[in-house]
């Protein structure tokens, strides 16, 4: 779940952009819409996949101009930081309220199928 779920943000730049512009200050659809010029419904799908996965909330409702009412939006994403040390691939995210999540992916296995580990046998004097 948490691999397909950074793999969905990292392979979606608009969903990355709402998340980057929310996270220090509440933002609404139509000012995020207007940041970035996209049509203000595909704005809102965006939204609500990153509500869904639990990166987004609202955290106030604002009044328009004309006195209806909106939602803005601040990212819970507080941290993910990615690493790859030869043959291992390390995510790790901190999202608001939650403890943080870690994938790892041993990669050893795809690299060098027949032989097993590249780092079998190995030691270090």
Known sequence: ???SLVSDLF?????LKILSVTSKEPKS???IARMFSIPLGRCYRKIKKLEEDGLLAVVDREPTEDGKRQNVYLSQVKMVSINYEIGRLTVRAVI???APLEFV???DQ???PEQGSV???LSIN
């Open 1 to 3: 779940m948490f691999a």
């Open 11 to 15: 392979n979606d730049p608009t969903r």
């Open 29 to 31: 659809a139509r000012e």
């Open 96 to 98: 608001n309220g939650k």
């Open 105 to 107: 992916e041993e990669l």
């Open 110 to 112: 795809f690299l060098y």
């Open 119 to 121: 780092f079998e046998g």
